[in-house]
């Protein structure tokens, strides 16, 4: 008796789970895949296009041979999207906005007390895309005439790590935020992600609360901005509810934190995030925060809560590359009139900032076409964007990586131009010729003129035990601190891209 096209999906779906365990299986598989064979090709149905991109390049081999087991034979793979899929994946959506905005309209938090909503305000939402919002509901007190009335609360479409793009500059952080997806409380603990303005940071602890959320239903995940938590923590103190405070951030499950930056130099609030990071660290619960650069060359963060993040996995995230900007525009334009790949590639190459830079060079060049009638081209392109493309072209020269190394090793302005040769100077001098040669034109007889009046022999030495201390992962020692040359490369170049 033949087997069924059901029973064979089964089979299928038991296959693959074996292979990458059952909680991945649930989490990105069950109930936004389906399976079905037409002659020797196996399709996987998805929802949509991220959902697609996401599975290929994770669990491909894993499908096919899961595949081959089920079926005794090679299969080819093939991706597509689902119509049912698709529109029960927009229901879902459309269900949690309209349960999200419900709870706002029933529980409002009230002035004199934090909020014990897990989620944040909509005041230190950053990067909010807002929805329509909810009407009011029945018998609301209208606003007093010749008052303009307060703006609804909206709902927040949290970003999901399957539509994240990711490259060389983010590959390792973001497969560090699938794992605490999959296995929160094990591995990366705390996780600190951290990198300049537009590299996805903030995505990525999103997706990181939004697969949480959907894995794990059951459990408390805080999402907050170290801005609001600051807020909440001075309100409390005074008005006396510190203990309602601290119950909040303490009894939860999993606590994420953006931009916690922001603590530098508030010594207070800085010790009450420290004894919740320690709360919720010795239950095994994760935490996962973002700054804007290492731990480690945090200057206003405390000894103590310095030792806490080192103690964790620590990615950071660069501005993206051509191939990575190249990907994210194909993203972002295929969400709106289909813009013309030679234009993409054109932008890519042009553009060296972050993804808000790419996203508005669309918007721009989409309202240009559209108030112009203009045909969506090359051309177009040119016009639209001819300020924004001549000031992303940014000329290098030796006394910018000068003035990048002093500010990422806080030292004074001019030492590397001495001819100090004790280590202090002599290894960051080295670490500013490797960037010399990188990132400008200067022949090795110009860098080691510039760095000291040393001769173009010395520059060539230094280019290469740079990268020597690179590949090693070194540390330079400057007096009582140590810091990996890496994150003393990647923060000049950071301050290089700005």
């Not at 310095?306 to 964790?312: Q, S």
């Not at 501005?319 to 194909?330: E, G, H, S």
Request: glycine share 6%; net charge positive.
């Amino acid at each position: 008796m033949p087997i069924s096209e059901r029973e064979l999906a089964t089979e299928l779906a038991q296959a693959l789970a074996r292979r990458i365990g059952e909680p991945r299986y649930k989490l990105w598989f069950e109930r936004h895949t389906r399976f079905k064979v037409e002659r020797d090709v196996l399709i996987v149905g998805v929802p949509n296009r991220h959902f697609e991109e996401w599975l290929h390049n994770t669990f491909v081999a894993d499908i096919v041979a899961a595949a081959g087991e089920v079926f005794g034979r090679p299969m080819a793979v093939d991706f597509r999207i689902d119509p049912q899929l698709f529109q029960a994946a927009r229901r879902e959506q459309v269900e949690a906005r309209a349960n999200h905005a419900a709870k706002a309209v029933e529980q409002p938090p009230t002035p004199e007390e934090p909020s014990s909503d897990p989620s944040p305000s909509p005041a230190s939402i950053k990067a909010e895309l807002p929805f329509p919002a909810t009407p009011s509901p029945p018998g609301a007190t209208p606003a007093p005439a010749g008052k303009k009335p307060a703006s609804p609360r909206r709902t927040r479409r949290w970003r999901r790590l399957a539509e994240f793009v990711i490259g060389p500059c983010n590959r390792v952080a973001h497969a560090s935020a699938v794992s605490v997806v999959e296995d929160p409380g094990e591995g990366a603990n705390p996780l600190v992600l951290h990198g300049p303005v537009g590299t996805g940071k903030t995505h990525l602890l999103e997706g990181i609360y939004a697969g949480l959320r959907r894995a794990r239903p059951q459990w408390r995940v805080t999402y907050v901005t170290a801005e609001d938590f600051t807020n909440r923590f001075v309100q409390a103190m005074r008005t006396g509810k510190l203990a309602a405070f601290r119950k909040q951030f303490r009894d939860c499950d999993a606590l994420l934190v953006d931009d916690l930056h922001f603590l530098a130099k508030k010594r207070a609030t800085q010790e009450e995030f420290l004894h919740t990071f320690d709360a919720l660290q010795s239950d095994g619960r994760q935490m996962v925060v973002t700054c804007d650069c290492h731990p480690r060359l945090a200057d206003d963060f405390s000894p103590e809560l310095t030792d806490r993040l080192l103690g964790g996995g620590i990615w950071g995230l660069l501005p993206p590359d051509r191939d990575t900007r190249l990907a994210i525009l194909r993203t972002l334009g295929g969400q709106n009139e289909p813009v013309p790949d030679a234009v993409l590639e054109h932008l890519a190459g042009q553009l060296r900032g972050n993804v808000r830079e790419l996203e508005g060079a669309l918007h721009a060049l989409h309202h240009f076409c559209r108030v112009t009638g203009r045909k969506l081209d090359l051309a177009a392109a040119r016009e639209a964007l001819g300020d924004l493309l001549r000031h992303a072209i940014r000329v290098v020269q030796l006394a910018d990586i000068d003035r990048a190394v002093c500010s990422a090793l806080r030292m004074q302005t001019g030492l590397l131009q001495s001819r100090g040769r004790s280590r202090g100077v002599s290894h960051p001098r080295m670490v500013a010729m490797y960037l010399a040669r990188k990132h400008t034109a200067a022949s090795y007889a110009e860098i080691g003129a510039h760095f000291g009046g040393l001769n173009h022999s010395t520059a060539v030495v230094a280019e290469k035990r740079v990268r020597a201390w690179l590949t090693a992962d070194s540390e330079l020692a400057l007096g009582i601190r140590r810091v990996r040359v890496r994150e003393v490369v990647e923060r000049a170049e950071r301050d290089l891209l700005k």
